[in-house]
Each structure stands twice: as C-alpha cells, then as structure tokens.
C-alpha cells in the first residue's frame, strides 16, 4: 500500500537543472523524515542528501552542497530535490526513501521509490 515515485529526471547539459519530486502514498508524510540517493553504473548506491519531517534541517553530501537543495511540501506528500550546476558525475538514478536523522546522519528505513534517471552530458 505504501509507495514512494519519484519524476523529474532527463537529460540535461553540464551546467543545467533539474527538479527532482518524490510524491508519498499510503502513509503519514509528515511523521517521516526523508532523503534522496543516487546510483551510478558500476557504482555503489551514495547518499545526496535527506530533510527532516518538519523541514528545518537538511544535511547534504559534500559533492552537492551548494549545488542542490532539498525541500518537502507536507500537504502534498511531496519532496524535491532542486538540482543545479549539474555536472557529468551526477549522472545517475536518483531514489527518495522515508527515514531517520539522528546526528547529521540520515538512516533509510523500509520504503523506497523506483527510481528517476538524470543524465547530464559533458
């Protein structure tokens, strides 16, 4: 019954932007907080970036800090991830999950989306 989709994903130049939405289903949105991965060919899965369930703290990786920005619309069951500056190596497929935040570090719990790709050409 819970499920978590993602969209926003394309191709893109170097340089350009995306926005990234994660739309939740079947749960109390707001009771979660939530974070975005990403996975590259021949890569292991890495975190991007998370938000807590009341939106006030938003810890990043340092490969896109300053670049991209994580926000949650709690009426719509909506996370985004505003992407910008893209560059070649965020080439990947980018999941939302729902988890916890304890001391900056942000734990997935048991829900994941499918998956969006975002390519950026070089």
């Known amino acids: 019954q819970v499920r978590l989709v993602e969209s926003g994903g394309g191709l893109v130049q170097t340089g350009g932007s995306l926005r990234l939405s994660c739309a939740a289903y079947g749960l109390t949105f707001s009771g979660y907080d939530m974070g975005w991965f990403r996975q590259a060919p021949g890569k292991e899965r890495e975190f991007v970036a998370a938000?807590?369930?009341?939106?006030?703290?938003?810890p990043y990786a340092d490969s896109v800090k300053g670049r991209f920005t994580m926000s949650r619309d709690n009426a719509k069951n909506t996370v985004y991830l505003q992407m910008n500056s893209l560059k070649p190596e965020d080439t990947a497929v980018y999941y939302c999950a729902t988890g916890t935040t304890n001391w900056g570090l942000f734990r997935p719990g048991d829900y994941w989306g499918q998956g969006t790709q975002v390519t950026v050409s070089s």
């Open positions: 938000i807590t369930w009341m939106g006030r703290n938003t």
